[in-house]
């Protein structure tokens, strides 16, 4: 067996929906929205299975999809992509991030990675036989710096591996991070494989620069979009990858022995859906605002510490004021003996961990954050916190 994925433990965030399950806690660990999604777009799917195509469709995907793909980029983020060359749709955002690393890395190619990560980012980057290089970002504002990207890079750099905004930290990158990273990415004549799944969900009247958009990145930058993040709807799996000619043909060799297609009435229904009014989108991000500031607002008030959050469907609470230093110890006995589960953010990293801060999916119904306030609420009782004494890190 492949030691790569055969040696891998359990993740965390199976255990801790696992541990919630079988004591009822209430589940704010894992990172899905209780809403059920659009009716609109889900009617949409219904209809396409019933009177729509139902083989396979083409392997880059439906062209209705690629044209409104490269529609709506271009709408909301001042980027022109040929729909017919520069676009491709996937199995979901995991599937696009897996063909890309597969078809772009040679065995011996370094890739920087930043962490905290996605969980399925260096195991993949791994199973292709790149050599990750770190850039640890520390919170409360997890930026980057001059000094680590110059520790990151070298002549054996391929890849960069950037998420923006950036799961768990809940930050969306500012434009000097943004232009630092691009002139190391030109400077070192590095591949960007951007992960923007959640570039609809940032609050605060924010928008989405893409790495793509900036100069000199067009030719060197893979774009990664994904509509369950989208439009809630994260069964679908239904993802779309954007990059240049050049780029693209090898993308595309590599998502052919994948999965090769995916569901063509999905794929109807998310065309019909990005093409909606731009109130659509503003109403999804207002909604979850709302969650984000009710879950906040709550926590402040028992005397949580709780960080900003920018975008994402989650924030994090510094654990370091109730005393507590293992954020992995702190949430197995929060599931346990308080009711709750939630996500250690030392999970996301691989090398010098932060180990004080705890993740919560805030993408729920407001009886679900009620109803964990109410639980957090014993524990810090418990814990002596005063009511909104605590600040924002």
Same mark, same amino acid.
């Given at each position: 067996?492949?030691?790569?994925?055969?040696?891998?433990?359990?993740?965390?965030?199976?255990?801790?929906?696992?541990?919630?399950?079988?004591?009822?806690?209430?589940?704010?660990?894992?990172?899905?929205?209780?809403?059920?999604?659009?009716?609109?777009?889900?009617?949409?799917?219904?209809?396409?299975?019933?009177?729509?195509?139902?083989?396979?469709?083409?392997?880059?995907?439906?062209?209705?999809?690629?044209?409104?793909?490269?529609?709506?980029?271009?709408?909301?983020?001042?980027?022109?992509?040929?729909?017919? *060359?520069?676009?491709?749709?996937?199995?979901?955002?995991?599937?696009?991030?897996?063909?890309?690393?597969?078809?772009?890395?040679?065995?011996?190619?370094?890739?920087?990675?930043?962490?905290?990560?996605?969980?399925?980012?260096?195991?993949?980057?791994?199973?292709?036989?790149?050599?990750?290089?770190?850039? *640890?970002?520390?919170?409360?504002?997890?930026?980057?710096?001059?000094?680590?990207?110059?520790?990151?890079?070298?002549?054996?750099?391929?890849?960069?591996?950037?998420?923006?905004?950036?799961?768990?930290?809940?930050?969306?990158?500012?434009?000097?991070?943004?232009?630092?990273?691009?002139?190391?990415?030109?400077?070192?004549?590095?591949?960007?494989?951007?992960?923007?799944?959640?570039?609809?969900?940032?609050?605060?009247?924010?928008?989405?620069?893409?790495?793509?958009?900036?100069?000199?990145?067009?030719?060197?930058?893979?774009?990664?979009?994904?509509?369950?993040?989208?439009?809630?709807?994260?069964?679908?799996?239904?993802?779309?990858?954007?990059?240049?000619?050049?780029?693209?043909?090898?993308?595309?060799?590599?998502?052919?022995?994948?999965?090769?297609?995916?569901?063509?009435?999905?794929?109807?229904?998310?065309?019909?859906?990005?093409?909606?009014?731009?109130?659509?989108?503003?109403?999804? =991000? *207002?909604?979850?605002? =709302?969650?984000?500031?009710?879950?906040?607002?709550?926590?402040?008030?028992?005397?949580?510490?709780?960080?900003?959050?920018?975008?994402?469907?989650?924030?994090?609470?510094?654990?370091?004021?109730?005393?507590?230093?293992?954020?992995?110890?702190?949430?197995?006995?929060?599931?346990?003996?308080?009711?709750?589960?939630?996500?250690?953010?030392?999970?996301?990293?691989?090398?010098?961990?932060?180990?004080?801060?705890?993740?919560?999916?805030?993408?729920?119904?407001?009886?679900?954050?009620?109803?964990?306030?109410?639980?957090?609420?014993?524990?810090?009782?418990?814990?002596?916190?005063?009511?909104?004494?605590?600040?924002?890190?």
């Amino acid at each position: 067996m492949n030691p790569i994925f055969a040696d891998l433990p359990t993740t965390v965030f199976e255990t801790m929906s696992r541990l919630a399950r079988e004591t009822g806690a209430v589940n704010l660990g894992q990172g899905f929205p209780d809403d059920p999604g659009p009716e609109d777009v889900r009617r949409k799917a219904a209809e396409a299975v019933v009177d729509g195509w139902n083989q396979y469709p083409p392997m880059m995907g439906i062209l209705e999809l690629r044209q409104a793909v490269s529609r709506h980029y271009g709408h909301w983020h001042g980027v022109d992509f040929d729909p017919e *060359t520069e676009v491709m749709v996937t199995s979901g955002a995991t599937e696009a991030l897996a063909g890309a690393l597969l078809a772009l890395i040679e065995p011996g190619d370094e890739v920087v990675l930043f962490e905290p990560m996605y969980d399925a980012y260096l195991p993949l980057v791994r199973r292709a036989g790149g050599v990750p290089r770190f850039v *640890t970002l520390r919170p409360p504002h997890f930026n980057l710096t001059e000094e680590a990207l110059a520790a990151a890079f070298s002549e054996r750099t391929k890849l960069v591996l950037f998420n923006n905004p950036l799961n768990p930290a809940a930050t969306v990158a500012s434009a000097a991070d943004l232009e630092l990273l691009a002139r190391f990415c030109i400077q070192h004549e590095a591949i960007a494989v951007c992960d923007e799944v959640w570039e609809h969900v940032i609050f605060d009247g924010r928008r989405h620069v893409p790495l793509v958009s900036l100069p000199g990145m067009p030719e060197r930058t893979v774009k990664i979009g994904s509509a369950g993040k989208i439009f809630n709807l994260t069964g679908w799996k239904v993802g779309f990858v954007c990059a240049c000619p050049a780029i693209m043909r090898v993308l595309a060799k590599a998502h052919q022995f994948l999965t090769f297609t995916t569901p063509p009435s999905l794929q109807a229904a998310v065309a019909y859906g990005l093409s909606k009014e731009d109130s659509h989108f503003e109403a999804l =991000r *207002t909604d979850l605002a =709302r969650s984000r500031d009710r879950f906040t607002t709550g926590l402040r008030e028992l005397g949580f510490a709780v960080l900003p959050s920018a975008g994402t469907y989650f924030l994090n609470i510094d654990i370091a004021p109730l005393g507590e230093t293992d954020d992995v110890a702190f949430c197995q006995r929060l599931v346990a003996e308080n009711g709750v589960a939630a996500i250690p953010v030392s999970a996301f990293y691989a090398d010098r961990a932060v180990t004080n801060l705890v993740r919560f999916c805030f993408a729920k119904r407001d009886e679900t954050l009620d109803a964990a306030l109410t639980r957090l609420g014993v524990l810090a009782r418990a814990r002596g916190l005063k009511p909104g004494a605590a600040l924002a890190a």
